[in-house]
């Protein structure tokens, strides 16, 4: 297995209909050892459990957007592991009222939360873990994205822009790393019903445009992002930074 003695964190599993918890099952499929974080008490019911099916001990709580708890998550992973070697970023938030109607009326607040939560804190998380992947000589750091980056999606609205923003961070990042032997990437997903999802109107037609409309003529599946994501985590994606990966069916490739 590709990834054993690998040790990965994995931020943002909310529920089994998770990417996150995807790729977590596949790089524990692996070989890796996988640790996760969890946000608030109704969060710890539903991911203590997926966790621990895949053997999982490191279950520790952390709000993303607080450095403090940033700072002793990761202290936590120095003393449970003594390194870092791969970092899965599937974190993302818009208020909902953000994601109806015209973009043009996303408040401050709701902008700022938005890239404060779905961009900044990848940049956050990456400082944090550039340390304990120094120590074995280089790790991977890797997010996930959405075509709304790049065109305009109904009512996705200020999430979009947010993507945009955590791409460009991926390349920064990239460059930043590069020297250390820590790629970063991004995996840009086709729609996948998810509990995110659920909160962007209209995702069900969405969903079901998607399938008849791709060059494939079918959905993705939560699997195949961990497959992918497993991949570039492994030793095939040993020359892979700074990229934004599709896997979408084909759809990014249409002109309408």
């Known amino acids: 297995m590709s990834l054993t003695g690998k040790k990965a ?15 977590a099952q596949a790089l524990h499929d692996e070989g ?35 450095d403090a708890q940033l700072d002793a998550l990761f202290q936590k992973v120095r003393e449970k592991w003594g390194k870092l070697d791969i970092l899965i970023h599937s974190v993302a938030f818009a208020n909902r009222e953000d994601l109806e109607g015209r973009f043009v009326d996303t408040s401050r607040e709701g902008f ?10 990848l940049v956050a998380t990456a400082a944090r873990a550039e340390a304990l992947m120094d ?5 991977t750091i890797l997010t ?18 947010a993507k945009a923003a955590l791409e460009a961070c991926v ?4 460059v930043d790393l590069g020297p250390k032997k820590i790629r970063v990437n991004a995996i840009s997903a086709g729609p996948v019903k998810t509990l ?14 998607a399938g008849e409309k791709t060059p494939l ?9 961990g497959a992918m994501a497993a991949f570039l985590c492994g030793p095939g994606g040993r020359h892979i930074t700074g990229s934004t990966l599709y896997i979408d069916s084909g759809a990014s490739i249409l002109g309408t």
């Open 9 to 23: 964190l994995i931020l943002g599993i909310a529920n089994e209909r998770s990417l996150a918890w995807a790729i």
């Open 217 to 225: 003529r079918e959905n993705i599946a939560a699997e195949d992002v």
């Open 135 to 139: 120590i074995v000589g280089g790790g």
């Open 32 to 66: 890796a050892e996988i640790g996760v974080n969890f946000l608030g008490e109704s969060l710890e019911r539903r991911v203590r459990p997926l966790a621990e099916s895949i053997g999982a001990t490191f279950i520790e709580p952390c709000n993303v957007t607080d």
């Open 196 to 209: 995110s999802a659920a909160g962007i109107r209209g995702f069900r037609s969405l969903l079901s445009d």
């Open 144 to 161: 996930l994205s959405y075509y709304g980056a790049h065109k305009a999606v109904p009512n996705y609205n200020v999430m979009g822009v």
């Open 112 to 121: 700022r939360v938005a890239m404060d939560v779905s961009a900044y804190s």
């Open 171 to 174: 390349k920064y990042l990239a």
